[in-house]
Structures are given as C-alpha cells and as structure tokens.
C-alpha cells in the first residue's frame, strides 16, 4: 500500500475518522506494512510492548494464559487495532497474537506513535479509555467479550 492507499484505508479506522484527510496522508507515511502468514505469531504475552497495529487483510487471534491454560480473548479483522494497552502501560503485552489467516498490517513502531500522540493528544485519551474497558472486561470476566 502506498501513502494515499493507506491514507484512505485509515479513514475506516474509528480512531482516525475525525482526521482531515490531509493530516491522514502525513499520518499515513509513518506505518510500515507487515504480512503474516496463518499461524504465525506476531508476539507472545509478557513480549515487550509499545508499537500500534491495524489489520489491513486477515484475521489476527488473541489469547492469553491463566493457570497454565490459553484463554481465548477473540479474533479481530480488517480495521480493528491493537498494541495500545502495552503502549500505555509501558509493559509487555498482555496476550499472543498470532495471524488466524493470511494477514496483512500497518504498524506505527513505538517511536513514531509518541511523535502523533504529542500531536494528537486525543488518541491517548482515546486509548485510555480503550484500555479501561478492556481492564474492567477482564476483571468482571464477561465471556461475550
């Protein structure tokens, strides 16, 4: 994908909706594209964290251990991001991801999304709540989540 391809795709993107499409092109220029092939792990639970992702294609599983068990946490496809919980912690992530299909992402490397959130504080607040949610679903642990 190029710069315009990607600008374009992150207008579907619910965190970067309200962005001028100007902006979305110079935001697009800083992520760097990746493919996984089915099964393939793009980190393990506890791996440091920091970068963003978006799944471009394809599906991406996230699961966690607990007592020497996996504990499925759910599939995210085309549009849905992830990486901003272990951002914001400043730990490593808190489940594996590994490709369920072929799939293709954009990634912001950690570097780059604290020059955007310096610009944009309002995507780490958009984070911040994100992450609560999740924190609340996995302490109430709500099995429709």
């Known amino acids: 994908m190029d710069s315009k391809e990607i600008a374009?795709?992150?207008?579907?993107?619910?965190?970067?909706?309200?962005?001028?499409?100007?902006?979305l092109v110079k935001l697009a220029q800083l992520f760097e594209g990746r493919n996984l092939a089915k099964g393939q792990k793009l980190f393990s639970e506890g791996d440091p964290g920091g970068d963003f992702y978006i799944i471009t294609s394809g599906k991406i599983h996230l699961a966690r251990s607990a007592e020497d068990k996996e504990i499925e946490i759910g599939d995210l496809t085309m549009g849905e991001f992830f990486g901003e919980e272990s951002y914001l912690s400043k730990k490593g992530h808190t489940a594996t991801a590994t490709a369920g299909a072929e799939t293709h992402l954009l990634i912001l490397k950690k570097e780059k999304l604290d020059l955007v959130i310096q610009e944009n504080p309002e995507i780490k607040a958009d984070f911040e709540?994100?992450?609560?949610?999740?924190?609340?679903?996995?302490?109430?642990?709500?099995?429709w989540l």
């Open 129 to 143: 709540a994100l992450a609560r949610s999740y924190q609340l679903a996995r302490r109430k642990d709500f099995s």
């Open 8 to 23: 374009k795709f992150l207008t579907t993107v619910r965190l970067f909706r309200k962005f001028e499409e100007e902006h």
